[in-house]
């Protein structure tokens, strides 16, 4: 089975390429080029995405009135109370 190998060049210098490879005896095949369109990024197809999603199917939700009631939940009310006063 002989080698192959893929060569890509400008258009131009296709001729060039042909009439050298004829007369090294190498034979050409002629591929188009494709161009790979970019998958567009689906935040469904996430493992992040599928754990909030069975996290709300679950329950495992918590709303918080404002910033300072997520942190109560978080932290608890005195651990924030020590962060207010540490002057940080």
């Known amino acids: ?4 190998f893929t060569l890509t060049v400008p258009k131009a210098d296709v001729s060039f390429f042909k009439a050298m490879a004829k007369k090294m005896g190498w034979m050409i095949e002629r591929k188009k080029a494709t ?11 996430t493992a992040s995405y599928r754990a909030a999603m069975d996290d709300v199917k679950h329950g495992r939700v918590y709303e918080a009135k ?14 924030l109370d020590e962060i207010r006063n540490s002057h940080v």
Not at 1 to 4: A, G, H, K, V
Not at 66 to 79: C, K, R, T, Y
């Open 1 to 4: 089975m002989p080698n192959t």
């Open 35 to 45: 161009i790979q369109k970019p998958k567009e990024f689906d935040i469904t197809q």
């Open 66 to 79: 404002s910033v300072d009631d997520m942190f109560i939940q978080i932290l608890g009310e005195e651990a």
